[in-house]
């Protein structure tokens, strides 16, 4: 999350209130203090009550920016937590290839730190995460997907689409919950 606690917007108006959820805290709010263009009545710049980031929106009432896709996860190790947020900030700026690329990242640095030997291939560290439980056996497949896509983001000219990214991104972001989060 981006410090705009000490923002000192100058000028704002009261505006109409509008309710989004702010792309920098992922807060639900409503906010009736910002920025609007007079000749243009529906284009807007709220500020977000809670973190004071500004919300840009369109004639469309349509944002450029959205909110930060998935949840905070708790007691992920630090290697882990920041590649998972990096992803996260791909997502939110429709990076979709560079997700990807990240999320075949994450399994590697997961299996260093549940234990694996580092400098290995990834099939070895999803075999390494399968054989210890950390990726489930029926997931398998799944996390060899995210191998695949992750490698054709790579090596291969075209880029991946949001899809792609969403779905590996539920995978993993489930994966993180299970063994960091839920974990005893």
């Known amino acids: 999350m981006y410090n705009f606690k000490d923002s000192d917007w100058s000028n704002e108006y009261k505006l109409s209130s509008k309710q989004f959820v702010c792309w920098n805290c992922n ?4 906010s009736d203090k910002g920025y609007g263009d007079p000749s243009h009545s529906s284009k807007r ?3 977000c009550p809670h973190c ?3 919300n840009i929106f369109d004639h469309n009432g349509k944002s450029p920016l959205s909110n930060l896709p998935g949840k905070e996860i708790k007691k992920l190790p630090l290697d882990v937590l920041n590649i998972y947020d990096e992803i996260r900030k791909c997502i939110q700026t429709q990076s979709f290839t560079a997700a990807v690329m990240l999320m075949r990242k994450i ?3 997961m299996a260093v ?5 580092k400098n290995q291939n990834f099939s070895y560290y999803i075999d390494y995460l399968c054989s210890q439980g950390i990726v489930h056996k029926k997931s398998k497949n799944k996390a060899q997907s995210v191998r ?3 490698n054709d983001a790579n090596h291969e000219i075209e880029n991946r689409t949001q899809e792609d990214a969403q779905n590996c991104f539920e ?5 993180l919950i299970a063994n960091y ?3 005893d």
């Open 27 to 30: 807060n639900q709010v409503a």
């Open 171 to 175: 995978f993993i972001e489930l994966l």
């Open 52 to 54: 004071n980031a500004p």
């Open 181 to 183: 989060e839920f974990a």
């Open 45 to 47: 710049i709220y500020l």
């Open 107 to 109: 399994i590697m640095n």
């Open 148 to 150: 695949q896509l992750g």
């Open 113 to 117: 730190v549940e234990g694996a030997d």
